[in-house]
């Protein structure tokens, strides 16, 4: 009899909660490593430094939080909160910062936490959105931005083939 009790409490609570449309109540969410955060950023600082620029990256997971955090030698301070906030943004519009520059004019350019100019990719693979990198640093924007999207081509298809 407790083995039973037993296995069916095993069964019950290995059994995702199911809400009453049959849609599962808890989601799976992918997230990257540590390992992977720090590749990026090192890759995303190497290929600013190939353009003769010190500059400051920063990447995040889906919630926004930083997961890797580098700045150049020579790169000024504020590269990094400026690169946190870029890498931020591209997370929580799942966008490239630079496709949200009209938006500057509106009430979210007012958003302290939020920066609305060029520089910041959101990490996409296997159709999740996984975080985003921030590069500062460039004298402008679409050269952080390259930056940026050589941080994520050094991990893009180890991505996709891990999801």
């Known amino acids: 009899m407790k083995a039973s009790l037993i296995a069916t409490l095993l069964v019950v609570t ?5 809400a009453d449309d049959d849609a599962p109540m808890t989601a799976p969410i992918q997230r990257i490593t540590m390992e992977t955060a720090q590749t990026i950023a090192k890759a995303a600082i190497d290929a600013c430094r190939k353009q003769g620029i010190s500059a400051g990256v920063t990447v995040v997971d889906r919630n926004g939080i930083a997961q890797a955090v580098l700045r150049d ?5 504020i590269t990094l909160p400026v690169s946190q906030k870029k ?6 519009f799942n966008a490239a910062t630079s ?3 009209e938006r500057a004019k509106t009430a979210l350019g007012n958003m302290p936490e939020m920066m609305l100019g060029a ?10 959105m996984l975080g985003g990198v921030g590069v500062s640093g460039a004298p402008s924007g679409e050269t952080d931005e390259a930056c ?16």
Do not use: F, H, K, R
Not at 14 to 18: G, K
Not at 148 to 163: F, K, P, R, T
């Open 73 to 77: 030698t020579l790169a000024p301070p």
């Open 14 to 18: 290995a059994t995702p909660l199911m």
């Open 99 to 101: 496709s949200l520059e």
């Open 87 to 92: 890498a931020y943004t591209a997370a929580n």
């Open 119 to 128: 520089g910041g990719l959101p990490i996409q693979a296997g159709g999740s």
């Open 148 to 163: 940026a999207q050589a941080g994520l081509d050094a991990v893009v298809d180890d991505l996709e083939m891990s999801m």
